[in-house]
């Protein structure tokens, strides 16, 4: 500090004491420190992230790949992973992204098993059809 600033202080009788404000901040910051993501998670009531986006990974593995065979346990860590960077970006919970999450369940359950059976989702124009039958007749014969 300056000399004139000491003076100041002096005349005002507002001399801080730093000590005694150090000892406040430390008080304050303890108090309002942010808490950590797991204990936010530890505090959160409900199914882990992980148990909410399992069915998702689930119904991704069945119909995108369903050759591949994914066990139940890879499928596990992958909703485990997958938990755990979502954990990361919204330690609050799914509250924040629960409405998409919900949309992609529902969007996985309806048409999953219609893609996973290959049923087209749409039906062919009658010109291509009557195309289509010309060509399996000619290779018939």
Known sequence: MTDKAEDQEKNTGTAINMEELDAVEQEAGAEEAPQSAGELLEEREGPTTAEVIAPLIGFGCD????????????????????????????????????????????????????????VPARAKPKAEEATDEKETATHED
């Open 63 to 118: 119909i995108g790949c369903p050759n591949w065979k994914v066990q139940k346990e890879e499928k596990k860590a992958l909703a485990e992973g997958y938990a755990d960077l979502i954990d990361k970006y919204y330690p609050e919970g799914l509250g924040a992204i629960g409405v998409e999450l919900n949309a992609l369940l529902m969007t996985a359950a309806i048409f999953g098993p219609r893609v996973a059976q290959g």
